[in-house]
């Protein structure tokens, strides 16, 4: 028991309380440092996949890949592969590596390093290769840590976003008959809904229409002197509204909550 220095001149600080720390401060994060010097961004030439510079933390064991890092891959059969770097604190080894298999991508190992010392393998780049070439699977998702300001203030526009009026101009189906796309069900279950009818604007909650089996609703209104019914059914990704022939819907607006 006792006091032990640690951001202090001369003090002796070992790998792992430094890499406790990091991770606390990486929110527990493990992967690819986001958006600092070239995120590890890559090019490949023949059968060469060359990286660019940047960080990782896995368990807050901090890697600095250096600019135009190569690894070749040999084009020897039908495969799918990862460009892994290796962290073992068993051996206190940092290494570059492939790791292939046929028909599927390979099972990695990653040790929780914070708990047990061992090997943690991270995806720097996915690819699929055949005799003659090799192709880049950018669709295979990776592991990047996110400043977290830059995460704040991406939630923050979803939210200001969130509360933004959508305006749209419904198509018109039939005689008194309009609808309005690219809505779902969560969208109008959070919003208020305000149809403008001609002269009239109706408004009411977007709940109503899952209220019952079927997602239909209605809301009566007044419209020079006399009452109406607009019949809404919403199915599929498409909202329909139904008025009077007479009468004409002009715009709809959504009122996000």
């Given amino acids: 028991m006792g006091l032990q220095k640690i951001t202090f001149d001369g003090a002796s600080i070992n790998a792992k309380i430094d890499a406790e720390l990091y991770h606390f401060l990486f929110s527990r994060q493990v992967g690819i440092i986001k958006g600092y010097k070239n995120g590890l961004s890559f090019t490949v030439s023949s059968n060469t996949i060359t990286f660019k510079d940047g960080y990782v933390s896995v368990y807050g064991r901090l890697v600095y890949v250096e600019n135009n890092t ?108 309009y609808s309005i796309s690219d809505v779902n069900s969560y969208i109008l279950s959070r919003s208020l809904i305000s149809v403008v009818i001609s002269s009239t604007v109706v408004t009411f909650p977007g709940a109503i229409l899952f209220l019952s089996i079927g997602s239909n609703a209605s809301v009566s209104y007044r419209f020079a002197g006399a009452d109406y019914i607009l019949a809404l059914n919403y199915e599929a990704g498409v909202l329909t509204f139904s008025v009077s022939g007479s009468q004409k819907i002009n715009k709809v607006y959504l009122y996000k909550r």
Avoid: H, W
Wanted: proline share 3%; net charge negative; hydrophobic share 30%.
């Fill in 70 to 177: 190569q690894i070749k891959v040999t084009l020897d059969s039908s495969k799918k592969g990862f460009v892994v770097l290796g962290i073992n604190t068993s051996t206190n080894a940092v290494t570059l590596y492939l790791k292939e298999q046929s028909g599927s991508y390979p099972t990695l190992t990653q040790t929780d390093l914070i708990s047990n010392d061992g090997l943690y393998e991270l995806v720097l780049c996915a690819y699929t290769k055949t005799p003659t070439s090799i192709t880049v699977d950018n669709s295979y998702e990776k592991q990047y840590i996110e400043n977290v300001l830059s995460v704040i203030q991406e939630v923050k526009q979803e939210i200001r976003a969130d509360g933004e009026v959508r305006e749209v101009t419904p198509t018109t189906v039939g005689t008194g008959i």
